[in-house]
């Protein structure tokens, strides 16, 4: 039984009633659910629907064969059943209106003057706008969102009505929200109906859908922008989202110019051994080098003085190997020592240079164990030669005060380095590393040794190889002398020839080479060769740079005036 409800598919609900006038929307009560009311009925037109003229009816739209409008009078597949028309409806306000003059009532036959054509979704010619629905395509009614119309060119619009709006007593009430669904066909089976004289039927929703395909393309780019920002982050953190291979020079010739600092050390560091000493209840560490295939090591006298005569000596050579050693001959005068190893084959004795040769600028490679750290390679220059020092004197009596006519380097050399070799270019010894100067009294500030400020002075080597020599061959050094007392406290410049000897003794040796040359008591000495000295200790230290035998041209002063003497140096084992 037909009870006035359309049976083609039910409206979809997009959003909810919208109060109008404080009267609760399609009839339903306040806060309740919304009521819909039924559709304008479609009447079949009949026969005489094509005797209407034809500015009372529209043209058929133009749309492809889908969206095509059926012909006047026949359903099409989408549109739903035509409800059974109900006599009359109640206006917005409840109030019944009575139909305009002309207008044809429910029953109205077709043909008769009063009855006009009608098709659903499209307006007719003078019949005014619906409440709920807009007076003018595209003006949208306060409360209720209207999407913009598509006008269809070639169509009429129907006039405005003149005098005051009225609603059409036949025609229910549609719900605004009931206006249009967003996402079905035109005319198809999910489209409601109209009721005659509402707004022109939409053509797709073209912006829509291109204001759907920006804001997916906006958040397509945000996110692709946020996601490269990640993965930006972490390759610049770890480098990448692979393992990461630096990259690398491949391997090489590991030899080096034979006058390089490297060349210098792989050709010196067989050759080199470190030293460990022990004995009396004190300990040390030096550094030494090989002399000849025999065994003998040269290093300092101060080195090896903690071993005594009963105290252990350890030599560690630069492969790792140890072997226990001897002590040979040493001298304080000089600081040197010779020791031996036995039964060590394979020995690399070091070559020696000529230091007269060397000349100040030189570049120069020191090798040892500073702090017990053995191999240890530094390099520098020659930075000064023949300078006076002496070293020593803890003793208290000067026995073991050394004087050295030294080379000056500023290659760094610390504790531990002692004894070892300095080489020239050729990976020749032309010294033997002895002593350094300290920034102050020889402690550092935590209690320890001084180390390197870059003053190192070593012995030539051509003093070393002959004091080795006589140590190896005789157990002891002869120094040389020229058979005088000097007085050390003079602070002129000079050395002065002292009035008595310590012993209470002549200051000048009867019979020695001072007294043979006419050297007074009182005399000041002021030049060796003429080479200018400035005190006893350098006077000492320019005698003990020659050999016994050696002739030296002594320049003095005596009364105010200026001598020259000449004299042949002695030794101290023959007086």
Not at 315 to 335: C, I, M, Q, R
Request: charge should be negative; aromatic fraction near 2%; proline fraction near 14%.
């Amino acid at each position: 039984m037909d009870d006035g409800k359309p049976t083609g598919p039910k409206p979809k609900w997009w959003s909810r009633p919208v109060r109008q006038h404080g009267v609760a929307e399609a009839g339903g009560p306040e806060g309740g659910a919304p009521r819909t009311a039924p559709p304008a009925p479609v009447q079949d037109p009949g026969p005489a629907a094509e005797a209407v003229a034809p500015a009372s009816r529209p043209q058929p739209l133009h749309q492809p064969d889908e969206y095509r409008t059926p012909p006047y009078g026949e359903p099409g597949p989408w549109a739903p059943a035509p409800p059974v028309q109900r006599p009359m409806a109640t206006p917005a306000h409840g109030t019944a209106v009575p139909p305009a003059p002309g207008t044809p009532g429910p029953g109205t036959p077709p043909g008769h003057p009063g009855h006009t054509a009608q098709h659903p979704g499209v307006p007719q010619a003078g019949q005014p706008p619906q409440a709920g629905l807009p007076s003018q395509p595209g003006v949208p009614q306060a409360g209720h969102p209207q999407p913009p119309t598509a006008q269809h060119p070639g169509l009429p619009q129907p006039p405005a009505p003149a005098g005051p709006r009225q609603e059409h007593p036949g025609a229910p009430q549609p719900s605004q929200w009931l206006q249009y669904d967003p996402w079905s066909t035109p005319g198809g089976p999910h489209q409601p109906l109209l009721h005659p004289g509402g707004p022109l039927p939409h053509a797709p929703r073209k912006g829509r859908r291109r204001g759907l395909a920006l804001v997916a393309a906006l958040l397509f780019a945000g996110l692709t922008g946020v996601l490269g920002g990640g993965v930006g982050a972490y390759v610049e953190r770890h480098g990448g989202l692979t393992t990461v291979e630096l990259p690398q020079a491949g391997a090489e010739d590991g030899d080096r110019a034979p006058d390089s600092v490297a060349g210098i050390a792989a050709s010196a560091l067989p050759g080199v051994v470190t030293l460990h000493v022990s004995g009396g209840g004190e300990q040390g560490t030096g550094t030494g080098f090989v002399l000849d295939e025999r065994g003998h090591i040269l290093t300092n006298h101060h080195v090896v003085d903690p071993a005594g005569t009963s105290g252990d000596i350890t030599v560690t050579f630069s492969g790792g190997e140890t072997a226990a050693a001897e002590l040979v001959g040493k001298d304080s005068g000089y600081d040197l020592a010779v020791v031996r190893v036995k039964g060590v084959s394979n020995l690399k004795p070091l070559p020696l240079g000529n230091s007269d040769n060397v000349r100040v600028g030189d570049p120069v490679v020191a090798i040892g164990a500073p702090f017990d750290l053995q191999n240890t390679v530094t390099s520098g220059i020659i930075s000064a030669k023949e300078r006076p020092i002496t070293a020593g004197g803890e003793k208290g009596d000067g026995s073991d005060i050394s004087y050295v006519d030294a080379l000056q380097t500023d290659a760094p050399i610390n504790p531990g380095n002692s004894g070892g070799p300095l080489l020239d270019s050729k990976a020749r010894v032309i010294g033997i590393n002895s002593a350094i100067r300290a920034a102050d009294s020889g402690s550092g500030p935590d209690g320890g040794q001084a180390g390197s400020i870059g003053l190192g002075f070593a012995i030539p080597v051509n003093q070393g190889k002959r004091v080795a020599e006589e140590l190896i061959n005789t157990g002891k050094a002869d120094h040389p002398v020229i058979g005088v007392s000097l007085d050390m406290k003079y602070t002129g410049d000079g050395a002065r020839v002292g009035e008595k000897a310590q012993d209470g003794g002549a200051s000048v040796s009867p019979g020695g080479p001072a007294a043979k040359a006419g050297i007074r008591p009182g005399d000041v000495i002021t030049k060796v060769d003429g080479q200018r000295v400035h005190s006893g200790e350098e006077l000492i230290v320019k005698i003990r740079a020659h050999r016994p035998g050696d002739r030296l041209r002594l320049t003095l002063e005596r009364g105010g005036r200026e001598e020259t003497k000449t004299l042949t140096l002695g030794s101290s084992a023959g007086g």
